[in-house]
Nanobody, 126 residues
Framework: QVQLVESGGGLVQAGGSLRLSCAPS????????MGWFRQAPGKERELVAA????????YLPDSVKGRFTISRDNAKNTVYLQMSSLKPEDTGVYYC???????????????????WGQGTQVTVSS
């Protein structure tokens, strides 16, 4: 089982920036995908960014493309979500997730991930 610890959430004004960090530990697969999801009150959990184990492939939905960046530092074994030009609609609990890589699996679905962090609150004020 992989343990994921997130950090970096907080309160920021619209237009501001935040960087979230996720440090996995424990058993890991040699090929895996790390994702950041967010969940706003009353809404379903949605993917905002994903990065593949080699760091060469990333995915971001149109809602955050150009504003969010996902990256990894293998030396620190940490995945980052850099969020810029934040909007009030970006408010929610942000979760780091990890799942083994299988060809053909769709990684924008939460069911493709088997390990989750505890979540960190991001609040964007208008």
């Amino acid at each position: 089982q992989v343990q994921l610890v997130e950090s970096g959430g907080g309160l920021v004004q619209a237009g501001g920036s935040l960087r979230l960090s996720c440090a996995p530990s424990g058993r890991t697969f040699s090929r895996y995908v790390m994702g950041w999801f967010r969940q706003a009150p009353g809404k379903e959990r949605e993917l905002v960014a994903a990065i593949w184990w080699n760091g060469d492939s990333t995915y971001l939905p149109d809602s955050v493309k150009g504003r969010f960046t996902i990256s990894r530092d293998n030396a620190k074994n940490t995945v980052y979500l850099q969020m810029s030009s934040l909007k009030p609609e970006d408010t929610g609990v942000y979760y780091c997730a990890s799942g083994p890589y299988y060809s053909g699996r769709t990684y924008h679905l939460s069911g493709s991930y088997d390990s989750w962090g505890q979540g960190t609150q991001v609040t964007v004020s208008s």
